[in-house]
Structures are given as C-alpha cells and as structure tokens.
C-alpha cells in the first residue's frame, strides 16, 4: 500500500512538556533562550512563543508537578528542536548558552542543518538548529538527499555577526 503523501506545507505547529517547576523551566526557556510569556495559567501552565505568535511551547505541571526526569531506557520525547532562520540568529543562541553556562550535549553539521543540542532543567533533550537553504543541500549522484553528521565548528559558528532580532 501507498499512502497519499500529507500536504507539503503542514508542519509541527507546537509542542508541550511535562516540567516539574514552571519557574525553573522559565528560567531557561525565557531568560536563556529568549522565549517571550504569551499566556499563564496561574502556577500550573504557561504558554510562551516567539515573534508574538500565540504559542510554540507549553510548558505545564498537570501530570508532573515536582516530578523526576524519565529514567533511561523509557520511551518519551527524545528532543525538540526549535528552528532559527538564519545561522547568525543560531550563533546567538550559541552566545545565550555559553552566558548561561548551558552545557552542551553535542553539536553537529548534518549538511542540511547545523544544530547544538541541549537538555532542559527537567531533562528534555533540545535541538536549536538552522537549515542552509535547500540549493545547498548535500545530494548523491542520482539527486537523493545525502545528510551526514559531523561535528559542528563552534568557534566558526561563533564568528558570525551579532544581530538584531527583527520583528514580525
């Protein structure tokens, strides 16, 4: 059998994570990364975005409030990954980490993407990551996607210019 093929433009809209301590998870979310508070739900739930959109992450305690990390070997959300436009923008994120003293996981070059990843204070796995523009894609020979993983220059992604975030 072969499914139809889902409309090219839907895309992953949001996602929301169990956290043990919302302000702890604003902590990073909003003051590290830079995330802006769309919404709170008193001391249970808060929605925060970027660019004034209604949200891209919730993060709440209903199931999980001052709740431990999943133990290794269990299934869950192995990470997320927040997509930054530009590799000038993700060399900003690089710049908030290290402020922080956010400990990278890794840091690779995937040929279509260059991404850090991270854990969260509750331990979930995140991936800040740009994509170069598909003109510039790594293919084989036949026109197939050719990804591969390598690991990701810090200090040259560090060189990229600092910028101003621009408004939507």
Known sequence: MNPRPIHPNVGIGHVHL??????????????????????????????????????????????SKDGQPPAPGATGLYHLAILYPTRDSLADALRRLVKARVTLTGAADHGVSEALYLNDPDGNGVELYWDRPREKWPRDHDGSLAMYTRQLDLDDLLTEPETKPTTV
């Open 18 to 63: 169990k956290v043990a301590n919302i302000e702890r998870s604003l902590q990073f979310y909003r003051d590290v990364l830079g995330f802006e508070v769309t919404q709170g739900y008193g001391q249970d739930a808060v929605f925060i975005s970027a660019g004034g959109y209604h949200h891209h992450i919730g993060l709440n305690t209903w199931q």
